[in-house]
T-cell receptor, first 111, second 114 residues
């Protein structure tokens, strides 16, 4: 079945550092890929998505490129802020139209 | 903006009690989902529904049931709560059956079973 693997956290960075959170997936066909973010005490909200190979999703300075050849959708940001501290979830939605989520990666950004 | 609301942010129940968690969405979405979120395990799908009175089991349905009598409302029921059901419960909705689509989440209900 479908699966999503994310790097384990927590990821701890200083403000203005470069961020990468790795995400790889296993799925049949051509799934859509998502990054969701969960701020403390809140539910998840969509950060960005990509629906086909080589698409780049972007939002709030975050980017991720759908790489079919490496089955990856790594999340990047050039300069993180303290307000980016949250848990980030990679997810896919394939032929079953039922989403599959990774386990989440906690990001902690220090001033 | 889509809004998904959950009846309680925090809930404390005793072992053996019947527990109802309510979720309401206000954008006429067809799909609704219940997840539980536990540290180190991420989100796990309990049940989902594509339409009124329709339900499908997710990955971990044991010990839970659901009800969807109206399109906007999806209830999760713990028939006899147990301590291993202490968790964060998240409700979500998405627009149309059979299409890849963004999920919209409620704020979650943190349930403690004593």
């Amino acid at each position: 079945g479908d699966s999503v693997t994310q790097m384990e956290g927590p990821v701890t960075l200083s403000e203005e550092a470069f961020l990468t959170i790795n995400c790889t997936y296993t799925a049949t066909g051509y799934p859509s890929l998502f990054w969701y973010v969960q701020y403390p005490g809140e539910g998840l909200q969509l950060l960005l998505k990509a629906t086909k190979a080589d698409d780049k999703g972007s939002n709030k300075g975050f980017e991720a490129t759908y790489r079919k050849e490496t089955t990856s959708f790594h999340l990047e940001k050039g300069s993180v802020q303290v307000s980016d501290s949250a848990v980030y979830f990679c997810a896919l939605e394939g032929g079953s139209y039922i989403p599959t989520f990774g386990r989440g990666t906690s990001l902690i950004v220090h001033p | 903006d889509v809004k998904v609301t959950q009846s309680s942010r925090y809930l404390v129940k005793r072992t053996g009690e019947k527990v109802f968690l309510e979720c309401v969405q206000d954008m006429d979405h067809e799909n609704m989902f219940w997840y539980r979120q536990d540290p180190g395990l991420g989100l796990r799908l309990i049940y989902f529904s594509y339409d009124v009175k329709m339900k499908e089991k997710g990955d971990i349905p044991e010990g839970y049931s659901v009800s969807r009598e109206k399109k906007e409302r999806f209830s999760l029921i713990l028939e006899s709560a147990s301590t291993n059901q202490t968790s964060m419960y998240l409700c979500a909705s998405s627009l149309v059956q059979g299409m890849t689509d963004t999920q919209y989440f409620g704020p979650g209900t943190r349930l403690t079973v004593l």
